[in-house]
């Protein structure tokens, strides 16, 4: 074979991997870099080091991906681990956002201890490792004071028993919604400077700025309009950026983000958010369904970035987020589960099927006929494949500010996702490179974070599911026994 590749600075001395025989390599990258013309990718330490027709080195650790397609290992940008062990709650497993927070994730939070968060962080992650997924932006909002245990010490820890990326957002709130004086248990809220030391607090323990990081924080009061008040909001942008680092939360979910705005602050979400700092190219907000034109506008003008949640948007009926005119605004589109008690999975390949279905039927219900204004179907089904697997990886690593990760290349880290296409779903496809996608679904060949294999042939090394699952089903029956 010849080798066609490119090199990469990393050093000939460190081991190396050769993963061979792919059908496709989608790199994560636009346009006509999105898909790679030969598909063997070795990798030298914890970096790509080339892509191309390769032959196998001396010594070098071949993986077998014949049969496979390779993509670039998932961000997940939103997601709240804690909720693994609330999945179909039947009080709210037909309800609407409010009233499911209410029933499920608000009712069920003062019955949280270390051990129930642990073992919840670790289904979640194992569920997304076996996605796929490599990094984990988790949204923690369990604090208050007297808590009696360290939520984000023990996400980052289960993070690095597992080798995933994690980036810890920051939680929590210095307000109480109104229906949490009727939940048995609700928990107080903290005060403005117990909040802001302890963002010092933990990035001081745990946050790296360099482009490959496995651990950041992130600044994230649990929803602007609910969980601070608009000068605790400036000050928390301000001392955030302070430290470095960046800002994310809850905003537009429902139309219940614009009633509040508009009665409390007599504009819209946007707006508000707008006249207490909180956009930017270091701001990201999960959901942002609700959006007027002028609200589009803003936020790609700001380049202030979405975490797009289908699935549980459209679990919780909230709608479907008009991510390509955010797209063509120019925000950073990036791609999260959510939570499991609100979409009842953490997989990341479900969630890239979801959005390239939901980005088409959005474009589609948009259409309007030449005789009543509109263009027909010109550019209702506009949202490609390729286009959801750079939201789910490089859009990703640009919200979260992780430039060495979310792309195929050589000196990117290597985080990759190697699908096997062995179920009949595949049988007959004539493009296997969008087949994970397409098909909603690949079993797992690989998945490697920072060149180092994390799972196999959709297992865990050494993790006993069957264990697992009794943890989980014990776990269960003590949440409903506590809350009643």
Partial sequence: MTDTSTPSPTSNAQPSLLVQGAQALLTGFGGKQARAAACDLRIRGDRIEAIGRLRREPGERVLDATDCVIYPAWVNTHHHLAQSLLKGVPGGIDATLTPWLEA????????????????????????????????VADHHYYHWPGIGFDGPAILFEEAERLGLRMVLCRGGATRSRDFESGIPGAQRPESLRDYLDDLGRLRALYHDDSPRAMRRVVAAPTTPLFSMQPQELRETAAHARSLGLRLHSHLSETVIYQEVAHARHACSPIEFVAGVDWLGPDVWFAHLVKLSDADIAELGRTRTGIAHCPQSNGRLGSGIAPVKALQQAGSPISLAVDGAASNEACDMLQEAHAAWLMARARGGHLARPGFAGGAGEQGAADATVEDVVRWGTAGGAEVLGLQGVGTLAPGQSADLAIYRLDQPRHFGLHDAAIAPVASG????????????????????????????????????????TLVG
């Fill in 104 to 135: 499920v994730p608000f009712r069920f939070r003062g019955a949280f201890d270390g051990e129930l968060l642990r073992l919840a962080a670790r289904i979640g992650l194992i569920e997304l490792a076996l996605s796929g997924c490599a990094t």
């Fill in 441 to 480: 679904g690949a079993s797992l060949r690989a998945l490697l974070v920072a060149g180092r294999v994390v799972a196999e042939d959709g297992a865990i090394p050494g993790l006993d599911m069957a264990r697992l699952g009794r943890q989980a089903r014990d776990a269960v029956r003590r949440l409903q």
